[in-house]
């Protein structure tokens, strides 16, 4: 059994940086992916980031040269460095991980909101 857990959410002002870690416990031999989604009130989840573990990255074309996905040493961990915060970045964000064989998983989220 995989458990996702998140943090590092909170408010933030427009401009500023926020840094959300994710941290995965469990069965991690077989990690394929991580990623971070969000949802925004109104919204249907979109997905932000991902990385693979060979380290390739893909970003959604509203977050890029902003937002960076990385990996922890140990690989059960994914961060997502969020500079130049706008308010239309407020929403739940959600760590993701899929493994070999398909199976997903997701964390319970944790809430950014940018606002002065």
């Known amino acids: 059994q995989v458990q996702l857990m998140e943090s590092g959410g909170g408010l933030v002002q427009p401009g500023g940086p926020l840094r959300l870690p994710c941290a995965a416990s469990?069965?991690?031999?077989?990690?394929?992916?991580m990623a971070w989604y969000r949802q925004a009130p109104g919204k249907q989840r979109e997905l932000v980031a991902a990385?693979?573990?060979?380290?390739?990255?893909n970003y959604t074309d509203t977050v890029k040269g902003e937002f960076t996905i990385s990996r922890g040493n140990g690989k059960n961990t994914v961060y997502l460095q969020m500079n130049s915060l706008r308010p239309e970045d407020t929403a739940v964000y959600c760590c993701?991980?899929?493994?070999?064989?398909?199976?997903?998983?997701w964390g319970q989220g944790t809430q950014v909101t940018v606002s002065s």
């Open positions: 469990g069965s991690l031999f077989s990690v394929n992916v």
């Open positions: 990385i693979s573990t060979n380290g390739y990255t």
């Open positions: 993701n991980m899929v493994v070999v064989g398909g199976s997903v998983y």
